[in-house]
């Protein structure tokens, strides 16, 4: 079988160059090693997408992807303007509907086992017993993990000392939203915060915590005394974030536990750690949230995330590696493949190291980070763009990954129509 172009990874960024490219009419196949598109947003749990600027270039996939969830209830613009809280179970289905309706073809649970390249890339397949061959001019590695890149022995960014901390989302059930509203409306004044909002489909809330001791938060002294009281771990304690979900409307979206590792996340070692790690901390926020909580009496763990979220793992060479530098002095570039105005964001093991850096501005980033410095024809999406680790830890947010998923598509049209 021949295509134009391979997408191999159906997480945020795969899918956005996926459609983009067959919307295009790009004759294009989608490869996902799972049973489901949509990777953090859907398996992983990672609703709302984090707000950023939206002006700039490369926002035709995300656009297209509100228009559907609307039709399906499955999306919600907040009050503070956010229109990307979703609902991760139903954008199963738009993300299916999304790639038919642009005649993409999808393999689920296929996976790549050989690449060669000559005038083309040669790619061997695996379904489950069965062996397929494919030939493809152009390859977008969306894999989270550069699977591809490994695959062909390109170049990788050197490893950091430094390790972001991954997080293991799940939503709790059968809550009493309308009880908690009223309740966290009164113990929590700060509105930068703690927001309700009292729409006419259902109660939509948003609140948080976390052990930074730069901030006075209203939470604070519930999480001391559980701490005290053995319900929680100090650990425990170092993130909680919740959201409410569009069509959910007795449920919420847990951003927590953050998981605390040592060493190279892909080891499987370390890994599969991390998870079981995370799960016994969703056991005790569970039980927390029961006892201290009002409206949390009757609740349950309805859905725990199918794999971490891991925020860096490895990141590509390309023909250019964006840094920190570039970030924050809003350095100009010729081929720009999206702007963002999202901040460097270092979630750490220990209180004292954690990052939050706002930019004011919004930034650029070139296309030529996301192009392969071996292969001209291969280019790298989502938490593997080629950029130095703090650059990453601002670009890698999944507003970003539609962008870049977007930018490497619209490029392979041009080179593939010769502009």
Not at 243 to 261: G, H, K, Q
């Amino acid at each position: 079988m021949n295509y134009s172009l391979v997408v191999f990874g159906g997480g945020t960024s795969g899918i956005a160059a996926a459609y983009i490219a067959s919307k295009y009419g790009i004759k294009t196949l989608l490869v996902e090693k799972s049973d489901v598109l949509g990777g953090a947003i859907t398996q992983g749990l990672v609703v709302p997408c984090m707000n950023l600027d939206t002006s700039g270039i490369n926002q035709e996939f995300v656009s297209a992807l509100i228009d559907y969830a609307k039709k399906y209830n499955a999306q919600h613009t907040y009050s503070d303007g956010n229109r990307y809280w979703f609902n991760p179970e139903i954008l199963k289905i738009v993300f299916d509907k999304m790639l038919s309706d642009v005649n993409c073809d999808v393999l689920f649970s296929v996976y790549p086992s050989k690449i060669s390249y000559s005038k083309n890339f040669s790619v061997s397949l695996l379904h489950k017993m069965l062996s397929l061959h494919i030939e493809t001019d152009y390859i977008v590695d969306a894999t989270s993990n550069a699977e591809i890149f490994r695959l062909l022995n390109c170049k990788f960014q050197n490893k950091n000392e430094q390790v972001q901390q991954p997080t293991l989302r799940f939503i709790l059930s059968n809550i009493d939203i309308s009880t908690f509203a009223d309740w966290l409306l009164k113990f929590d004044l700060d509105r930068n915060v703690t927001t309700v909002e009292y729409s006419k489909d259902q109660i939509y809330l948003s609140t948080a915590y976390t052990w930074s001791k730069d901030k006075n938060w209203a939470l604070r002294p519930i999480f001391n005394e559980a701490v005290k009281d053995g319900i929680l771990k100090d650990d425990d304690t170092a993130y909680f974030q919740v959201f409410s979900i569009p069509n959910m409307p007795a449920s919420l979206a847990f951003n927590c536990p953050r998981i605390l590792i040592d060493g190279d996340i892909l080891n499987p070692f370390v890994y599969s750690g991390a998870l079981k790690q995370g799960r016994e901390r969703i056991y005790r926020i569970y039980n927390f949230c029961k006892k201290y909580f009002p409206g949390f009496k009757n609740s349950f763990i309805s859905h725990i995330s199918d794999y971490l979220g891991v925020r860096e793992s490895v990141r590509v060479k390309g023909q250019y590696t964006l840094t920190s530098e570039d970030i924050i002095n809003n350095k100009s570039f010729d081929n720009v493949a999206f702007t963002s105005n999202y901040p460097i964001d270092i979630h750490s093991r220990d209180n004292e190291n954690d990052k939050l850096l706002f930019t004011n501005h919004t930034y650029k980033i070139p296309l030529e980070a996301i192009k392969s410095a071996d292969y001209s024809n291969l280019y790298a999406v989502g938490r593997i763009i080629s950029a130095d680790f703090m650059a990453q830890s601002a670009v890698r947010t999944q507003l970003n990954c539609f962008s870049m998923g977007e930018a490497a598509a619209k490029d392979v049209y041009k080179c593939l129509n010769n502009f």
